[in-house]
């Protein structure tokens, strides 16, 4: 379970976060949603614990987030993000296994959750001895997930994991992720500025403006019962395909 | 860091102690004169037994002066004019007593006159001071046209240019300073006028150039002597002793009339005096062109590698710190820039106080030369890595010094290698300069080839560390590549 309680940050004069509480129960999915600069992305890095905020607390499985146990919590979720977070000088086989190596892990404990992986998200165990550079986005986002799920953490937090892929590729890669969410009873927190991608992947959806949660609830409540003027605009500002012919 | 800081400091003490365990050490100026004088001192102390090193031309006074003073050499020829005027200025002193009294009081002796009297004076092209009537120095008021081109040295002691133009009042529109060799090229191809000459110079009647007189009586004597430190033992200073009243200005000039105008070696010139004089006897070799080519590819590589060797192990950590502590970055990297604006030349002649002459005071500049290029190309690596992969290498909990050691250094090996390579290039360059100091290398036939206008010497010197520049560029660039 993820808990986030009264979060606050400012930068210089600008309340990035205003004072959010919001809870994923352990298993779920949450997506955050809400236009640029809203605070989706910063909310994100404090659970991470890469930014420290100004107020409020953030507890992993009821384990509050402090200074000491950060690095022991970090290895207790996983970390997808948008794009460049492999590490372009070591191989795939090298980005996923430079945490168990620090970890001590056994050789064959490693190539069996590498084996486990590969199987769970559809990776070819050659293109393992790849560099990202030679790896396609949607090959690359995969081996990101991977490697997030080396240590097999009970939390996943990604920020716009397909958010730099091509319509078809992103099609497939919702897919492998809805059924991989389900398939390990991860407790995820996603970030997505695409409604439908937050719909189809999020068990619930909670949508930010300027800091702040304006509307929590599963996606049929933000569409049927909007909070504000705001939560309406946004949820009827999706193009359809047909919607102009 | 303490760690590296005793690292250096063993590196430095092995270093002097290999300076200090050298044989006596004789030094000379940068002109013909003064090594033949040199490899007097340094033959007749052989003959009486001791074992010597010649360190030749290693600069003008001041540097041969601190060079004395500070113990890196223990003899070196001089001339009193030189002494009362320009070491000892201002200090009033009117006999030889008083002269041996002030110079006692540095710890350093004085043998007695050796013969001859090589005093300064301006000359001129004989035909041009006839076509326009000078004679005397203070002909020249007349002619404020005249182009004048004096030895760098002579520009700046008080018994040379600014003492002369001042008793004569003299103030010509054209002065320059450049190298006393080359001044005598550029008067016989007619690009100066007037230089300052040396009494002793076969070049006088070689290029038919006459002496104006002094007619104010403005320029001292400058009887030759040798400068010796009082630790010597009696013996040795018995070995230079020998030589007072033994060269005559017939004979000086003969001697170097054979170097400059015959190109013969300076070692053997003076190996045939001692013989000649003193039935001394004494094998002189020219080294050939191999073993001397050898020996200078040798120190010079030697002068890089540690240098560079040593710039590396310090400048790295220092662009790491720079780097994450926010409160150390414009320090250090204020500090690796300040010394990169010092002139090359500049910043060997001030290592000289600090470590004496040799390898290591060049190697010590070379040092401190080749941080800033590594320290900053350190700290920029790192600064570039993108912050998505800083991101998610903090996201997986790991440590930061293995952030530091898988990633971020990995990631900056570009960078860095591209901040070494210009410190070893440049450093090719800056080591010829390391001859000037006694630290030998390429610079040493370049220098040698100066002094006797030979091309070929200088080639000798400057074409394999251009060839060397060439070859550390393009050893970089294939590792680059490799790396790619």
Known sequence: ?245 | MQGVITVLALCFSLLSSVALAQPLTIGSKLYTENVLLGHLAAQSLQDTGYPTVHNEQLGGTRILWNALLSGSIDVYPDYTGTITEEILAGQGIGSRQDMVAALSAFGVGVTGNLGFNNTYALGMRRAQAEALGIETISDLRGHPDLRFGFSNEFMERQDGWPGVSAAYGLAPLNVTGLDHALAYRGIASGDIDVLDLYSTDPEIAFYDLVALVDDQQFFPDYDAVFLYRQTLPPEAVAALERFAGAVDETAMIAMNAAVKLDQRDDAVVAGEFMRSRFGVVSEQSVSGLWPRFVQNTLDHLTLVSISLGMAIVVAIPMGVLAAKVRALESLLLGVSSILQTIPSLALLVLMIPLFGIGALPAIVAMFLYSLLPIVRNTHSGLRQIPAPVMESARALGLPNALILRRIELPMAIPSILSGIKISAVMNVGVATLGALIGAGGYGQPILTGIRLDNTALILEGAIPAAVLALLVQGLFDLVEKRMR
């Open chain 1, 1 to 245: 379970m993820i808990a986030i309680q009264d979060v606050s940050k400012v930068y210089g004069q600008t309340t990035v976060l205003a004072e959010i509480s919001l809870t994923v129960p352990a298993g779920t999915t949450l997506s955050l949603i809400g236009p640029s600069g809203c605070g989706k992305s910063t909310l994100l890095r404090v659970v991470m614990g890469l930014i420290t905020a100004d107020a409020g607390q953030v507890a992993i499985d009821s384990e509050v987030m402090t200074p000491h146990n950060r690095l022991a919590l970090r290895q207790r979720m996983g970390y997808v993000i948008q794009s460049g977070g492999l590490f372009p000088h070591l191989t795939a086989h090298d980005n996923l296994t430079l945490v168990t190596r620090y970890l001590g892990w056994p050789a064959e404990q490693e190539c069996r959750r590498i084996g486990e992986l590969c199987s769970l998200t559809g990776i070819d165990q050659d293109l393992l001895a790849r560099r990202p550079g030679k790896l396609s986005g949607g090959q690359a986002q995969r081996i990101s997930l991977m490697r997030a799920l080396m240590l097999d953490p009970p939390v996943l937090l990604m920020d716009e994991p397909l958010g730099a892929i091509d319509p078809l590729v992103r099609y497939e890669l919702q897919n492998d992720l809805r059924s991989i969410f389900r398939k390990l009873g991860k407790t995820v927190l996603l970030v997505t500025h695409d409604l439908g991608e937050a719909a189809f992947l999020g068990d619930r959806i909670a949508l930010m403006q300027e800091g702040r949660v304006i509307q929590d609830g599963p996606v049929r409540e933000l569409l049927h019962n909007p909070a504000t003027a705001f939560v309406e605009q946004f949820v009827t500002a999706q193009r359809s395909p047909l919607q102009d012919i």
